[in-house]
């Protein structure tokens, strides 16, 4: 019997959340690991938009830390996050300069100011992350004709200096 089949389905979502939840809160430099300790051994990383799919534990934290040392993050905006008992899907709006090349098949140049809509899968199995695909929408901050998003009230804003 595997944790999943002993545990109710509210329990199984209360982990899939607590699991994606704990990586967010550790995608930084310096607790990275922690981050991808949520991974399963089987890691499949996706961003469709940049055609990257990673399968090795070792290879997401490198792409990670490359990503974190070019970007100057300005703002996030957490809109939606939700459950099923073998997904949880994030969407979000993520603002930030490219500082520098650390975004594999970047559609802009470094110096642009973005704003990224970004959707996140996360296939959950026993409490592990085995999926993590990453769909992104690029936008330069200052297109007002494509940075039009419906913030729902109550979204949870970070601004950083």
Known sequence: ???????SR??????NLAVVED???????????QAIAGYAENIVWEVPARGLVLRDKEEVKQEY???????????????YRFATE????DDSIFEWTITGDGFRNCPFPVGTTVSIRLLHAFQCVDGKICRENG????????DTARV?????????????S
């Open 1 to 7: 019997m595997t944790s999943h089949d002993a545990l």
């Open 148 to 160: 039009n998003d419906d913030i729902p009230e109550g979204a949870h804003v970070e601004v950083f």
């Open 10 to 15: 509210e329990e199984i979502i209360a982990r």
């Open 65 to 79: 830390l490359r990503i974190f040392g070019s970007m100057q993050i300005h703002k996030i905006t957490n809109l």
């Open 23 to 33: 990586h967010f809160h550790n995608e930084t430099p310096e607790t990275i690991d």
């Open 86 to 89: 073998e997904w949880v899907f």
């Open 135 to 142: 769909y992104e929408i690029w936008r330069r901050i200052d």
